[in-house]
């Protein structure tokens, strides 16, 4: 194993390349490298992934199991003829034995019925956080910011000034206000300033939407990765809302921009043991000490695409909650490859040189991330797919595997499971190769790239502004299946599938109330032939 201290941008003399987050030799010139992409998600499928796809959904739905026995049991019972019916019905009426067996048979089947099935959690409502217009940071806003720090390199200025200008950030993201100063020296205080900012701008208007008062709450999970301080997040939360002694409290760091679907997993869990409660989940990240002030170009990244942000989701299990909730959660499914080296050291938080603090993306960032989300949908596949996409993918599957026939891989269209798609907004090549191996439109695309634009990539809260995108856009319809999948540092990918239980109009109070009708943007001839033309 290599040593986790060394700097992936200056232990071989090569520096990151800005599209494909590869290494380019020192002295060559920045360039889109469209080629370096995900690889093909599906064209290796290791049957170990497909095996256990089938095995969680066995476990976890009951159905199959009680399906088929019922639908055998309503033919035979088809079968039989009038008479034979009242032959049976007289039976039963003067057999006491048969009629208490057949009633503890059924009050049996009842019980395992409801003691299996899981309970329900509603998505009652979130909100998202619209920070200020005086927090808005154009491109160039942002490099004259860099320029006056006078920490940076020409060569890293320019660097910046490449990555800025093609990673698909639009000119109104936002930045907190330790970015803008013109000698920063960021602080505790104003990390907390800027967390207390991003989490109660968001639980404020969850609040006043749902009209829930803060001492209702009985668990609050939030999730930030580089920022946890003592007291932590959730403690913040609690003192500010002055939030019920017993109260559940959780809170995840250094997870990655993963996180917020394994915080909605974790209020799943304790949801489904504490009867009639609400759960809070916040998702965020905080930049103010996090912002890197050195010259390595794996590290400059990180300034270049992230972005102020957060959201916070109310969840329950209240059944009289059902009637106002906006979705039901469905499944979660998560894949950690942390195990591999390769995967661990991929995004990895260190020290460069100089000793200013980072989080250096490694060559193989793109490789792991494609195997990460290649198991995480095999194994998602068996449970949201319909029954005809699974036989011509196992079909195939066999047929290659065990056959050695040269057959193509058969690539199942989820689009035929799923009708919205709300995919971590990490960069613009990672929704590039999502959108080619999961076959995907450009309308199925569309939240996950204006999001991008938009708002930049705001770590694991990206997934909500996609949704409030689909919101605001009026295209969730009752019955509608929403698949969020989010993927981070560990090297982990996680996905989440919820089903509208009602028809969701446009809200009047959204991130995106106020700009959706420009939107979808820069979907132009004349982007598109720019980026053709650097391809080329």
Known sequence: MRDLRKNPDTEDGHRMDPKGLGRLPSGSEVVIQLGRKL?????????????LGYHYLIIHVMYLLIVPFCLVTF???GRLGQKDIGSCWKSLQYNLVNMLF????????????????????????FACYKPGDERK??????????????VFTDSSLDFQRKIAERSGLGQETYLPPVVFSDKPNPSMDQARQEAEMVMFGALDELFAKTGLRAKEIGILIVNCSLFVPTPSLSAMIVNHYEMRGNILTYNLGGMGCSAGVIAIDLAKDLLRVHRNSYALVVSMENITLNWYFGNSKSMLVSNCIFRMGGAAILLSNKHSEKSRAKYNLVHTVRTHKGAEDKSYQCVYQEEDDDHNIGVALSKDLMAMAGDALKTNITTLGPIILPLSEQILFFATLVARKLLKMKLKPYIPDFKQAVEHFCIHAGGRAVLDAMEKNLNLTSWHMEPARMTLHRFGNTSSSTLWYELAYTEAKGRV?????????????????????????RYI??????????CIHGYPTFQSSAFEQQLASVSS
């Open 39 to 51: 690889p093909d998600l599906l064209q290796s499928v290791k049957l170990k992934y497909v095996k």
């Open 75 to 77: 033919i035979e019972i």
């Open 102 to 125: 057949c009633s503890g048979a059924l009050v049996c089947c009842a019980t395992l019925y409801f003691m299996s099935r899981p309970r329900p959690v509603y998505l009652i409502d």
């Open 137 to 150: 940071c154009p491109t160039e806003v942002f490099l004259d910011c860099s320029k006056r720090t006078g």
């Open 477 to 501: 319809q009752k019955g509608d299946r929403v698949w969020q999948i989010a993927f981070g540092s560990g090297f982990k990918c996680n996905s989440a599938v919820w089903m509208a239980l």
């Open 505 to 514: 109009p446009p809200p009047a109070q959204s991130p995106w109330s106020d």
